[in-house]
């Protein structure tokens, strides 16, 4: 098993910026994706984008794609996500996810055993 705990949630204008961190503790060699997922009030869990941890592959939703961007930073078993240009849609609670079981980035909730509490993100018009 491994804990992650998010940080960097808040309030912002729309256009503006913010980056999120996950910081992961436990088994964190035996992690091979972290990924990022979002839920909206009334919403279901999306996907958000993912990173594979052995080599900084990754790959995001079509709704991110070009204004978000993860990375990770081994030393500290930390991965972030780096969001520009935000718009309203884009408030929601954000989660961190580890799956430690394949290295495909998968896009499925129930892909991944290992989930953080969860961070506020609120865009605001």
């Known amino acids: 098993q491994v804990q992650l705990v998010e940080s960097g949630g808040g309030l912002v204008q729309a256009g503006g910026s913010l980056r999120l961190s996950c910081a992961a503790s436990g088994r964190t060699s035996s992690t091979y994706v972290m990924a990022w997922f979002r839920q909206a009030p009334g919403k279901e869990r999306e996907f958000v984008g993912g990173i594979r941890w052995n080599n900084g592959y990754t790959y995001y939703s079509g709704s991110v794609k070009g204004r978000f961007t993860i990375s990770r930073d081994n030393a500290k078993n930390t991965v972030y996500l780096q969001m520009n240009s935000l718009k309203p849609e884009d408030t929601a609670v954000y989660y961190c996810?580890?799956?430690?079981?394949?290295?495909?980035?998968?896009?499925?909730?129930?892909?991944?055993?290992?989930w953080g509490q969860g961070t506020q993100v609120t865009v605001s018009s």
């Open positions: 996810a580890a799956d430690q079981r394949r290295v495909r980035i998968g896009q499925l909730i129930q892909e991944y055993d290992n």
